[in-house]
């Protein structure tokens, strides 16, 4: 009798273990998915007139819980879009020209209950920046709409390039973690919930379209 109650008993815990053990294999897809955002480009164009050139792009995301939260805890976020300009050389890698920056300093405003949006556009985080523009929304969908659109940005002068060398652009989009406060970037650092990036390589006809 005590055999078979022993017997009936270690099966029991293992089928349990068993059930726990797939639950978890079924979970964890969906946690990841969760907790991990997608960032996409859906529209991606570079104009090239007779004094610059210009970049738009309509980018795609959703804004993690974990940056959300921090967001209204009143941490304000940076995005930053980054465009090399590449010179294409056959016998070795592509050279690097020029880059350029542009800045989205998103904060949340408790008081007003607003949300504010400075936007610095320029030759990089060091050097001078041009445009300079603040915005408020009312609404935070409203301020990420301002972030995902890109609208011709001058990204170099068309005279500091060569019409018989071929260049391409690097664009690339993501959140600026080294921004944080110092307690938030050694908590989100490596996290996927706070990876929002994406880049492309497309080329550059220097043929003007105006």
């Given at each position: 009798m005590m055999d078979s109650f022993t017997r009936c008993y270690k099966s029991t815990l293992f089928n349990l273990a068993r059930l726990w053990v797939l639950g978890f294999a079924l979970l964890l897809p969906l946690a990841a998915a969760y907790g991990q955002s997608v960032t996409e480009i859906t529209q991606f164009r570079l104009e090239r007139t007779d004094d610059e050139v210009l970049l738009s792009s309509q980018l795609q995301f959703e804004l993690p819980g974990a940056v959300e939260d921090a967001l209204l805890k009143g941490i304000p976020m940076v995005f930053v879009a980054e465009a090399d300009i590449l010179r294409e050389r056959w016998y070795w890698y592509d050279k690097k020209v020029a880059t350029t920056q542009r800045h989205m300093r998103l904060a949340y405003q408790p008081l007003t209950r607003r949300w504010r949006l400075n936007i610095n556009a320029g030759s990089g985080a060091t050097g001078p920046l041009g445009?300079?523009?603040?915005?408020?929304?009312?609404?935070?969908?409203?301020?990420?709409?301002?972030?995902?659109?890109?609208?011709?940005?001058?990204?170099?002068?068309?005279?500091?390039?060569?019409?018989?060398?071929?260049?391409?652009?690097?664009?690339?989009?993501?959140?600026?973690?080294?921004?944080?406060?110092?307690?938030?970037?050694?908590?989100?650092?490596?996290?996927?919930?706070?990876?929002?990036?994406?880049?492309?390589?497309?080329?550059?006809?220097?043929?003007?379209?105006?």
């Amino acid at each position: 009798m005590m055999d078979s109650f022993t017997r009936c008993y270690k099966s029991t815990l293992f089928n349990l273990a068993r059930l726990w053990v797939l639950g978890f294999a079924l979970l964890l897809p969906l946690a990841a998915a969760y907790g991990q955002s997608v960032t996409e480009i859906t529209q991606f164009r570079l104009e090239r007139t007779d004094d610059e050139v210009l970049l738009s792009s309509q980018l795609q995301f959703e804004l993690p819980g974990a940056v959300e939260d921090a967001l209204l805890k009143g941490i304000p976020m940076v995005f930053v879009a980054e465009a090399d300009i590449l010179r294409e050389r056959w016998y070795w890698y592509d050279k690097k020209v020029a880059t350029t920056q542009r800045h989205m300093r998103l904060a949340y405003q408790p008081l007003t209950r607003r949300w504010r949006l400075n936007i610095n556009a320029g030759s990089g985080a060091t050097g001078p920046l041009g445009l300079a523009l603040n915005q408020g929304h009312d609404t935070l969908a409203q301020a990420l709409s301002a972030i995902k659109r890109i609208s011709q940005w001058k990204i170099i002068e068309a005279g500091e390039l060569d019409n018989a060398v071929k260049y391409k652009v690097e664009f690339r989009f993501r959140l600026d973690l080294s921004q944080l406060p110092r307690p938030f970037q050694i908590g989100a650092i490596g996290q996927s919930e706070w990876d929002i990036f994406v880049s492309t390589v497309s080329p550059l006809n220097l043929e003007s379209t105006k």
